[in-house]
């Protein structure tokens, strides 16, 4: 099999993000769901730059016509799902925060009262 | 019956006094609690001289996320009834006995304070923000509201219970209604009067962010 040097190019980025997916999920930084999301991402895409020939195929399939189109709209539907995820993250981290806030304005609060309710019983 | 008022408030060390003055001349309310949400101001420190208890917010996390704070303060140290209302001075305190009423009588668990009788006093840019967010509460909560952008509003015990705020912006409001159709409360409307100031139109909820609101509250749909 000879590759052209786009697919050494492709071929070298998808073993650079394999290596990344593997350093962060051996630091845990990264969940075990989102590992298999990833090892199916790059693993799809090396199969893809191996194999070109299958987008056509599967293009045909669907009825797209040109394989490039298949995995442009296909990369543009998981970024847009990504993009949404990373929203949705967003927001549950800034629940989390305004959580964390109402309950250190809580127990700041309970504290000055304890305080206070010590300081007049010395009086 | 022990009465809560709720003022969050971020940066209003102008107004705060005075408001927390106004409220406590009030008949029948045990506590005024402030939420300064994270103000850069002296706002604490004045409400507090003013006599009110604060809750301080070590970072800013929004209109939601004050009411959360206030609510949960309710509801621990619980009281019978919570009123929120702005601290930018456009709500008239006197008319808090009138929010509560519904709730007293065991009529409702959650009131809001409504604009819109006194529709001539809201400025006409407001009136159709407030028209479309009541439909926009509509359409994505099926809850049918005169005034869906009101922070005049009160709780029971019960809804003080049942309502958790996830919203933290300006969204909390028709967040709100999700959260009464969903716990199935009794709800209510009462009209309140409201005095529009440059200050007060500064402040809160600006034209301009609507679409953001929208956004997160379809988001949340969306999850």
Same mark, same amino acid.
């Given at each position: 099999?000879?590759?052209?040097?786009?697919?050494?190019?492709?071929?070298?980025?998808?073993?650079?993000?394999?290596?990344?997916?593997?350093?962060?999920?051996?630091?845990?930084?990264?969940?075990?769901?989102?590992?298999?999301?990833?090892?199916?991402?790059?693993?799809?895409? &090396?199969?893809?730059?191996?194999?070109?020939?299958?987008?056509?195929?599967?293009?045909?399939? &669907?009825?797209?016509?040109?394989?490039?189109?298949?995995?442009?709209?296909?990369?543009?539907?998981?970024?847009?799902?990504?993009?949404?995820?990373?929203?949705?993250?967003?927001?549950?981290?800034?629940?989390?925060?305004?959580?964390?806030?109402?309950?250190?304005?809580?127990?700041?609060?309970?504290?000055?009262?304890?305080?206070?309710? $010590?300081?007049?019983?010395?009086? | 019956?022990?009465?809560?008022?709720? $003022?969050?408030?971020?940066?209003?060390?102008?107004?705060?006094?005075?408001?927390?003055?106004?409220?406590?001349?009030?008949?029948? &309310?045990?506590?005024?609690?402030?939420?300064?949400?994270?103000?850069?101001?002296?706002?604490?420190?004045?409400?507090?001289?003013?006599?009110?208890?604060?809750?301080?917010?070590?970072?800013?996390?929004?209109?939601?996320?004050?009411?959360?704070?206030?609510?949960?303060?309710?509801?621990?140290?619980?009281?019978?009834?919570?009123?929120?209302?702005?601290?930018?001075?456009?709500?008239?305190?006197?008319?808090?006995?009138?929010?509560?009423?519904?709730?007293?009588?065991?009529?409702?668990?959650?009131?809001?304070?409504?604009?819109?009788?006194?529709?001539?006093?809201?400025?006409?840019?407001?009136?159709?923000?407030?028209?479309?967010?009541?439909?926009?509460?509509?359409?994505?909560?099926?809850?049918?509201?005169?005034?869906?952008?009101?922070?005049?509003?009160?709780?029971?015990?019960?809804?003080?219970?049942?309502?958790?705020?996830?919203?933290?912006?300006?969204?909390?409001?028709?967040?709100?209604?999700?959260?009464?159709?969903?716990?199935?409360?009794?709800?209510?409307?009462?009209?309140?009067?409201?005095?529009?100031?440059?200050?007060?139109?500064?402040?809160?909820?600006?034209?301009?962010?609507?679409?953001?609101?929208?956004?997160?509250?379809?988001?949340?749909?969306?999850?």
């Amino acid at each position: 099999m000879q590759f052209s040097l786009l697919q050494v190019f492709l071929l070298l980025l998808i073993t650079f993000s394999f290596t990344r997916v593997y350093l962060r999920a051996r630091e845990g930084r990264v969940e075990q769901g989102a590992v298999i999301f990833w090892i199916l991402i790059w693993g799809g895409a &090396i199969f893809i730059v191996l194999f070109p020939n299958f987008t056509t195929i599967l293009a045909n399939k &669907i009825g797209v016509g040109r394989g490039a189109d298949a995995v442009l709209y296909f990369a543009l539907i998981t970024l847009f799902y990504m993009v949404f995820r990373t929203n949705v993250a967003l927001e549950n981290l800034k629940q989390d925060l305004t959580e964390l806030v109402r309950q250190l304005a809580l127990q700041d609060d309970q504290k000055s009262q304890d305080e206070s309710k $010590v300081s007049r019983s010395r009086k | 019956m022990k009465v809560l008022v709720i $003022v969050p408030a971020y940066n209003e060390a102008g107004v705060i006094a005075g408001v927390v003055a106004g409220i406590r001349k009030v008949k029948g &309310i045990n506590l005024v609690l402030v939420v300064d949400d994270g103000s850069s101001d002296r706002t604490g420190e004045l409400a507090e001289k003013a006599g009110a208890r604060v809750l301080r917010h070590t970072l800013n996390r929004g209109l939601g996320g004050a009411i959360g704070t206030g609510l949960a303060y309710a509801k621990n140290y619980k009281f019978d009834v919570a009123v929120t209302i702005d601290a930018d001075g456009q709500h008239d305190p006197r008319d808090i006995r009138r929010v509560i009423g519904p709730i007293v009588e065991n009529k409702a668990d959650v009131v809001i304070g409504t604009r819109t009788k006194y529709a001539h006093e809201v400025p006409l840019d407001r009136r159709v923000m407030i028209k479309v967010s009541n439909w926009l509460t509509y359409l994505l909560f099926g809850f049918r509201t005169n005034d869906s952008l009101s922070g005049f509003r009160a709780f029971s015990r019960k809804a003080l219970d049942n309502i958790h705020i996830k919203t933290q912006r300006m969204e909390v409001s028709n967040e709100l209604f999700s959260q009464i159709k969903r716990n199935r409360l009794k709800y209510s409307e009462v009209p309140i009067s409201v005095s529009y100031t440059e200050y007060s139109r500064s402040k809160g909820q600006t034209n301009m962010n609507a679409l953001n609101v929208l956004t997160k509250l379809l988001l949340r749909l969306a999850r």
